[in-house]
């Protein structure tokens, strides 16, 4: 078994050197075709790495995933956190503005509203509604001019409120 391991590893040693006499052999040319089309006193060198690592494998970690996945959600938890405040903030910004549109808006209504009880006052201005009845020719009713809505005359004269059970309620 030994003889066949060190068979092996003579083979494969005699390979690496072939190969890597072949890479000495390359990189000579090289050298020399370069120092032949020079120009000057600095010579350019070139370094060849022939890598081959289509064989390798990545080993699996599992303290690197670990690690991995504990960031990423420390990092998820950091972006909701950050972005729950940025809408916080800018919620907070907008409502502001509402608020005071709306107290504008309320201004704006009082304003009308006071010139809305002012105008009412002026035009429900007794002294005015009389000056204007004497200028289309009206005068104060004489009694039995005025009918009241249940029938009766009115005779000028105060009337006493009277409670009346409708008929229905009666029987």
Do not use: C
């Not at 006499?21 to 390359?26: D, G, L, Q, Y």
């Not at 960031?71 to 910004?93: E, G, K, R």
């Not at 010139?115 to 104060?140: C, F, H, N, V």
Request: no cysteine; proline share 5%; charged share 25%.
């Amino acid at each position: 078994m030994e003889q066949v391991m060190t068979a092996a590893t003579g083979m494969m040693g005699r390979a690496q050197r072939e190969r890597a006499e072949s890479f000495r052999e390359h990189n000579r040319s090289i050298f020399d075709q370069q120092r032949r089309a020079r120009r000057g006193p600095t010579p350019e060198i070139f370094f060849t790495k022939h890598l081959d690592n289509s064989r390798l494998v990545k080993a699996d970690d599992p303290e690197r995933r670990k690690e991995v996945r504990s960031f990423t959600i420390a990092m998820s938890v950091l972006f909701v956190l950050a972005m729950t405040y940025v809408w916080q903030h800018f919620s907070s910004i907008e409502m502001g503005y509402s608020i005071e549109s709306q107290k504008v808006q309320v201004e704006h209504l009082r304003e009308a509203n006071r010139q809305l009880r002012l105008t009412e006052a002026q035009l429900s201005d007794p002294d005015r509604i009389d000056k204007i009845a004497r200028q289309l020719g009206l005068d104060m009713p004489q009694p039995g001019q005025v009918v009241r809505p249940d029938g009766s005359f009115g005779t000028g004269a105060g009337v006493v409120a009277e409670a009346q059970v409708p008929g229905v309620l009666l029987r």
